[in-house]
């Protein structure tokens, strides 16, 4: 039993991995094809994980969750995004901050669908059932997560880019307190009860697919 656990937890850090590379290709992709070729240039239009990961978000503290029982999440190395590039600038930028996360739902859907097509095994579920269930989980959290309109993460982003000039200075004074916050919002389980609901509804809407 104790060596199954082990497998499944490697397995879910593997499909965190690869959904997190998704994410980031995503970034790069939209920012290419939208003016910007700052990612391209430094390798990260692509799938590779050696170009996206970075060892504490992406390994160490994924793996300390798995091994607490703690929800799975982690991140990668940011995309650069030269705004100036862009075709149209701050809009653009939205669709560059929103690719990742919706990268993830996309992933997540995609996983679903293969779990309601395969014909399932007997006895104990399979390895690839496994697979996609934690696709669906995984994907669902890095989207919600992402979404979170705190600075660094794409919410923030995607808020700055449809927020009136006149209320930006303001917004980006909160920048240097985002991660001070997202730690605050994890360690009193604020983080739990602010994407916890929308993640069971969407899980629940998948899984019944």
Known sequence: MAGQEVSLQVLSLLVLIASLCVHEAAHAWSAFRLGDPTARDLGR????????????????LPAIALAVGAPVLGWAKPVPVNVRR???GRRDFVLVSAAGPGSNLLLAIACAVGLAAYPGAVGE??????????????NLLLALFNMIPLPPLDGSNVLAGVLPARLL??????????????????LTGGLGMLIGPPFAFLLRMLVSI
């Open 45 to 60: 239009l692509s799938l590779n994980p050696a170009v996206h990961v970075d060892p504490l978000g992406t390994f160490v």
């Open 86 to 88: 862009l075709h149209r």
């Open 125 to 138: 579920p399979s390895l690839l059932e496994h697979a996609l269930f934690a696709g669906i989980q995984i």
């Open 169 to 186: 200075p303001g917004f980006e004074r909160l920048r240097p307190w985002g991660i001070p916050l997202l730690y605050g919002l994890m």
